[in-house]
């Protein structure tokens, strides 16, 4: 469904210079992508319980989003000129931001309450906040043993202290100018299961307007409410210094500004909250009528993770109500460690999560611990699980073996889990570095150097996701491991490089931003509307998450007008405006949104034959902020397998797969488009990429070009 504050094609909207092409503004085309994730919440044809996530998921989405571009645009206006055109632009913004917000909120209730009612019908009871169990005995349980040991006494209230309160914390209004900040640590649901295996699920927020004032001798009231302040957290942590015992420092400083970080929304709750109430936040904030927004139903959906959870664990025999269990499967190769290294000498291996496990690359590490002609280990840390068996692996490898590991601590909510694993790796004796300066090291590479007759060689891993068992089960990923000495040595000048705080240059196959790889991808997207334009078959196909960099855009437009078929597969914001005649009509644009957030990126230009996996997405901060990494895919059955396996499903998914039209809508793909596109009466079955993934790996790739 389209929504009209999305479905206009702008111009320039909160962009730093005026495009003199058609483009999407990025914030409402990311406003459009979480729509498409409710929309996986409405579907009926997916699991009930995978329902449950989707709409959970949503809440995380908005919350982010004000966190970071809601707070990027807010700051822009404070900057600008009063009056003046560029803020006059931004106000327009931030008002059809608050336009499409409201609209989705208002869906997304709608959604809940459908879900709720088709949850009770399979005994699963979401608790509302005027249920007899929320406000009798059972919720009264509830919050005293597992609710009132964690709350302080209630404190007399004053605005300075309302100012005070953290991001994404909740505080308790209390009648007689009372408040209590709730401990952001506790749950936001709460459940039991009874003698009848019925479980019941209660809101966090329910249970304390329900059970906290009797506690504080308050007459119940409808001027009990709650707030949930949320601030600006895409504040840049600067790495001044070069000392790198001072980094930790400067990156927790960092972080404790994000909970004083400008407010960038107020969620009040219940929707009785006093006129009183409304005027003393909105002045202790400061803050825009148009960032406050009244729950009517609770301030925690994004805590109906625990009810899918919680329903696997206690109710085994409603499988039925999820997904199918996906067990990731371990390649053939990786399933003898002591023959990794001399397979990897002969070919290339790629590992396509979650399809694949990330096991595969566990034992890859494994077997570099453990064999004793490797002399040197070396990864780099972006995100990573908190209990990651790599870095028990390194750990225990560190006595015997030079081990050097490269830290983001910048990666954004992720800064104190890094913290934690560097002092863990350090203390292992594995040698730490922070990466620092103005760039992010957001490039996924590991490099294993090992003694052979032949001499010194390289192994490598390169990968378009993180290091993350957790997260490598539910995103989509591409990772390459290669022992192609031309590879290999480019990685050994990228650690040599970043040890020395020098940013990486001279590679031989290994493209590197912020110098090279805008560069490169406009150079090809150029080689193919030449070739285009002498008749040859010219073809860009390019899946990323973001598209919004107006040169790459304004490149792409100039490709299509000269004739090259263009397939662009976007996961989240898109600013461009495909199918437009005369500009854009080779170009199409779709976005599968499906049980694995898709994470992989694909750069492929038919006419130079060349094709890249990369970090990087299509967007300024990753082209010119980011030490970011495309590694081309050399091995010819790998190549082979991803042109004419992968890009094609992608292109064919008719199930999970929306359009996006020249209006700026995005349309579900039906048999007749994928027909039409592919100008062929073959192709028109039904087809759902991450399901035909799931079975090739089941068949260890059976038929294709990886099968051995």
């Not at 929707?271 to 927004?293: G, R």
Request: aromatic residues 10%; charged residues 25%; glycine residues 4%.
């Amino acid at each position: 469904m389209a929504d009209k504050a999305t479905s206009a094609v702008v111009s320039s909207l909160a962009e730093a210079t005026p495009a003199s092409y058609p483009i999407i503004n990025r914030d409402l085309s990311w406003l459009q992508f979480n729509m498409r994730v409710l929309e996986e919440a409405e579907d009926k044809d997916n699991p009930l319980l995978e329902r449950v996530k989707f709409l959970a998921i949503t809440s995380s989405n908005l919350d982010e989003f004000q966190m970071v571009r809601v707070s990027a645009l807010l700051r822009l206006i404070n900057a600008e000129q009063r009056g003046g055109k560029g803020e006059e632009i931004s106000q327009q913004l931030l008002e059809q931001i608050d336009q499409v917000v409201r609209s989705f909120l208002s869906r997304k209730k709608r959604a809940f309450i459908q879900l709720q009612g088709e949850l009770a019908e399979n005994k699963i009871i979401i608790h509302s906040a005027t249920s007899p169990f929320t406000k009798g005995e059972v919720g009264k349980e509830l919050f005293t043993s597992r609710i009132l040991p964690h709350l302080s006494a209630p404190e007399s209230f004053s605005v300075e202290k309302l100012k005070d309160l953290a991001n994404l914390a909740v505080a308790v209004i209390l009648p007689g100018q009372l408040w209590l900040p709730i401990p952001r640590a506790l749950p936001l649901m709460y459940y039991f299961l009874d003698s009848e295996k019925q479980l019941h699920f209660f809101f966090l927020d329910h249970l304390l307007l329900s059970h906290l004032w009797p506690q504080n001798n308050v007459q119940e009231s409808t001027e009990c409410g709650l707030i949930r302040i949320t601030r600006g957290a895409d504040q840049k942590i600067e790495l001044s210094s070069s000392d790198p015992e001072v980094i930790p420092d400067m990156v927790l400083a960092g972080i404790k500004s994000r909970d004083s970080g400008l407010p960038v929304r107020l969620q009040l709750y219940p929707k009785s909250f006093s006129k009183d109430q409304l005027e003393t936040t909105q002045a202790a904030f400061k803050i825009n009528k148009s960032l406050i927004y009244i729950e009517d139903e609770t301030l925690f959906l994004r805590g109906l993770w625990s009810v899918s959870l919680k329903t696997a664990e206690l109710l085994p025999d409603k499988k039925e109500l999820a997904a199918k269990a996906l067990v990731p499967k371990i390649p053939p190769a990786f399933r003898n460690q002591g023959a990794i290294f001399s397979d990897l000498e002969r070919r290339d291996y790629l590992l396509h999560h979650p399809y694949d496990s990330f096991d595969a690359y566990v034992a890859f590490i494994e077997a570099a611990c453990s064999d004793k002609n490797v002399s040197k280990i070396e990864q780099t840390i972006y995100r990573m699980d908190a209990v990651s068996p790599v870095i028990k692996l390194l750990c225990h490898a560190a006595p015997k073996k030079e081990v050097h590991v490269v830290i983001e601590l910048r990666a954004r909510f992720d800064e104190l889990n890094n913290l934690y694993l560097a002092e863990e790796l350090r203390k292992a004796g594995v040698k730490v570095t922070f990466a620092s300066g103005n760039l992010k090291l957001h490039a996924k590479i590991a490099l294993i150097t090992r003694s052979t007759s032949d001499g010194e060689r390289y192994y490598t891993h390169l990968s378009t996701g993180n290091y993350n068992a957790a997260t490598a089960r539910q995103y989509t990923d591409l990772g390459l491991l290669t022992a192609n000495p031309e590879i290999g040595q480019d990685a050994r000048l990228f650690f040599d490089a970043i040890y020395s705080g020098k940013e990486p240059s001279s590679f031989k196959r290994l493209v590197i931003a912020p110098q090279f790889l805008a560069r490169r991808i406009f150079s090809y997207i150029k080689a193919e509307a030449e070739a285009a334009r002498q008749g040859k078959e010219a073809r860009i196909f390019a899946k990323v998450n973001t598209l919004v960099d107006q040169k790459v855009i304004e490149a792409l437009y100039e490709a299509s007008r000269a004739g090259v078929r263009i397939d662009l597969v976007v996961r989240g914001a898109c600013s461009l405006v495909p199918e437009l005649p005369g500009l854009s009509e080779n170009i199409r644009v779709i976005s599968v949104v499906d049980r694995f957030l898709e994470h992989s990126r694909i750069y492929y230009f038919e006419n130079s034959a060349k094709l890249y996996l990369s970090s990087a997405d299509w967007m300024p901060r990753n082209f010119f902020s980011r030490l970011e990494i495309a590694y081309p895919v050399l091995d010819k059955r790998v190549f082979s397998f991803i042109k004419e396996i992968v890009i094609p499903a992608y292109l064919r998914d008719n199930i999970k797969a929306r359009r996006l039209n020249s209006k700026g809508e995005w349309k579900r793909v039906s048999l007749k488009d994928i027909k039409k596109i592919e100008n062929s009466r073959e192709n028109t079955a039904a087809m759902r990429a991450q399901l035909y993934f799931t079975q090739l790996a089941e068949q260890d790739y059976l038929g294709t070009p990886l099968w051995e």
